[in-house]
């Protein structure tokens, strides 16, 4: 199975917050027209108005929370670890580590402990987000070379770029990508 640039499926940042938007207004609305409903019943508005108010939130915070990094497409969380690495922003990169893999969590909280003592030590030094124009190349299995398939369990995403790091390699269990390291 090759992955075409027809396939890959990336989610629209503006579509997101319009639809988080969205679910917070209907929220409203929903809540207004049965809170108008019960409105004569004292304690059972108050327990249906913290009801409502937790439902809202976490509403809010699901939507909000989605990474925006189609999983199913190694190239997708290749650009999102590249893009995570250039602003700096580990936490994230964190996210894109396989849940299941320990050993890279780890290792990935030691280099957010790092990065952020030296930038206690040194905020003069503390790197600022850069912009890297990296133009993807392929996606080949990272040992053979051959194509990906479903059954690939870890490949090499490939990038034209005037900076380093230019290689991503990501790791597949169940059908999801996750990143694994920068060559």
Not at 145 to 156: E, M, Q, W, Y
Request: aromatic share 10%.
């Amino acid at each position: 199975m090759t992955i075409d640039k027809a396939d890959r499926k990336k989610t629209n940042p503006l579509l997101s917050a319009l639809l988080y938007y969205f679910s917070i207004i209907f929220g409203y609305y929903i809540v207004k027209i049965i809170y108008l409903q019960i409105k004569h019943f004292k304690n059972m508005r108050k327990i249906f108005l913290s009801f409502a108010l937790c439902l809202i939130t976490t509403m809010g915070i699901l939507t909000s929370c989605s990474s925006g990094v189609n999983q199913k497409d190694p190239q997708s969380v290749a650009e999102a670890a590249l893009k995570c690495y250039d602003n700096g922003d580990y936490e994230r990169l964190k996210t894109l580590v396989n849940p299941n893999n320990t050993a890279k969590i780890e290792e990935m909280d030691r280099m957010i402990e790092l990065v952020k003592t030296f930038k206690e030590e040194h905020p003069e030094k503390a790197s600022q987000s850069e912009t890297v124009v990296r133009v993807f190349q392929d996606v080949l299995e990272e040992y053979t070379g051959r194509t990906v398939t479903p059954k690939t369990k870890s490949a090499c995403v490939r990038f034209d770029a005037d900076k380093s790091p230019s290689i991503v390699i990501v790791e597949q269990e169940n059908g999801m990508w996750y990143f694994d390291k920068f060559k």
